[in-house]
């Protein structure tokens, strides 16, 4: 691969997370309407503004290699969105179902990630860049923790509150049943 294939293959990647902080911000958005409570608006709110601040810093380093930003989300993201519509439309938006789809994001975002840092063909030569990627997934690591363990907190108050009896998780695209 010559240097100007490594750069295009370091453009696409870079605009590849951009649309994935796009993802993130759309997911968050759904989120906020998706809940009542305050104190997760506020937190997706948060959330949101990382994501602005992490598509700032690609798009910064993406002028320097000479590209242009990409605009809208991943082809898989308005896939996933749009069940999350369709979704909504038929079943109760608890807390529960809204963290897990939250956490479902996180999982996307943090392979999204690990594979742009990990790609054999991609070669990073500018650390700035390389520190900035392991930034930002350090970052999502501890959000999709978070997440999770709001999540997991959300399942044992509606276990003792008898809302729900056996529940069982599945992916975000799916919804939870109870047994």
């Known amino acids: 691969m010559g240097i100007l294939q490594h750069v295009e293959h370091q453009i696409s990647a870079l605009n590849d997370l951009i ?5 993130r911000v759309t997911g968050y958005q759904k989120a906020i309407e998706g809940t009542e409570e305050q104190k997760l608006k506020k937190l997706f709110a948060d959330y ?3 994501s ?3 598509k700032g810093d690609l798009i ?3 002028h320097v290699l000479g590209g242009d930003p ?10 996933y969105h749009t069940w999350i519509d369709v979704k909504a439309k038929f079943s109760k938006k608890d807390t529960v179902s809204i963290l897990s789809d939250c956490e479902y994001g996180e999982d996307v ?3 999204a990630y690990r594979n ?6 991609l070669i990073w030569k500018d650390e700035r860049i390389v ?3 392991n930034r930002h997934l350090k970052e999502l690591n501890a959000t999709h923790e978070h997440i999770k363990e709001l999540r997991d907190d959300a399942i044992a108050l509606a276990l003792q509150n008898k809302k729900m009896e056996k529940p069982s998780i599945e992916r975000a695209d799916t919804k939870i049943t109870h047994n």
């Open 19 to 23: 649309k994935i902080n796009n993802d």
């Open 48 to 50: 949101i503004e990382d």
């Open 52 to 54: 602005k601040k992490y």
């Open 60 to 62: 910064e380093h993406l």
């Open 70 to 79: 990409a605009s809208g989300t991943t082809l898989a993201g308005k896939f």
């Open 109 to 111: 975002a943090n392979t």
């Open 116 to 121: 742009a840092l990990d790609d054999k063909e």
């Open 131 to 133: 520190n900035i990627l």
